[in-house]
């Protein structure tokens, strides 16, 4: 089987490449490096990108996905494509919401119309976000706890694919993942394209080179083992499902492996995997003897005191089920990142 991975050089993307590569296929990614500007780091972009290099059926290629020319060439021959280029930060959503569009929107636009135009009529997956959700989800009543806010009983499983996507703010991140969402689920219903949605809630794991405007897993384990103080929004109560990122892409294969052809899936932890930015500090400091100072500030725009993914329909249909647990998980990246320390300072 021969796989396209979009963002090849990114977290998810390099981690999806690793997979199949060692699963023996041929791999082809396309990255433009253009998260190292969110980073501020272009080594994250370098060292990912150098790993894959040591695979011999991996195919390195800096390109962009808003050029459809070079989509369309690469996609010609190939039977899965793993959608993961995109721009990912909420706050760089706002302050820059064309490139945002461009990327996110008219990048995924490109990638269905190549895969539309394929002769190999090829399988896509596509990275949603639960984003998608916007701010309808701060409208379900939350209960506040000693170290965490959770959902009224109604939503205890979490919120479902059938969650409301309307009449409600969502940033441009949030609209433009939608929309793309959306057109994604289209072209599998009008042109016949095989595709899975996956909307996604904190992945995490190694190769993530985390920041403070995303990737808040990864960037609280190196401020932590750095020394570097770390600011919360809010007041560290907001609670997310977390999800190790091969449990990830054990999703995304179980579904290749499925007879599906189109469907949509909320993917994260579920209610047994979630986590409190607090919680998270104090595993931390179990886990590495250090606690970072602390800074609070205001609540960032749209942001959700709660989010928790509810799994049934993905457990269901695909048989899946996350296997690594937070602290197992947290403890993995934490070695990950120990061991690459200066690669973060």
Known sequence: ?????T???????SNVAEYYAKKGFDVTCIDNFSRGQLLKRDISMEFNWDCLKSFKNIKLIKGDVRDLQILKAETKDVDLIVHTAAQTAVTTSIQDPRTDFEVNL???????EAARLSNRNPAL???STNKVYGNNVNNVEVREKATRYVFEDKFKDGVPETFSIDLCEHTPYGCSKLAADLYVQDYGHLYGLRSGVFRMSCIYGPHQFGVEDQG???WFIIATLLGNPITIYGDGKQIRDVLYVSDLINAYDSFINSGIRQDVFNVGGGSNNTISLLELLDMLEKITGKRSKLRFGDWRQSDQKVYVSNISKISEKLNWVPK????MGVRNLTEWIRGNKDKFE
């Open 7 to 13: 963002g090849g050089a990114g977290f998810i993307g």
């Open 216 to 218: 808040w897993v990864a």
């Open 324 to 327: 690594i647990s937070p602290e």
């Open 106 to 112: 008219s990048g995924t636009f490109n990638v269905l």
């Open 125 to 127: 997956i596509y990275c």
């Open 1 to 5: 089987m021969k796989v396209l991975v």
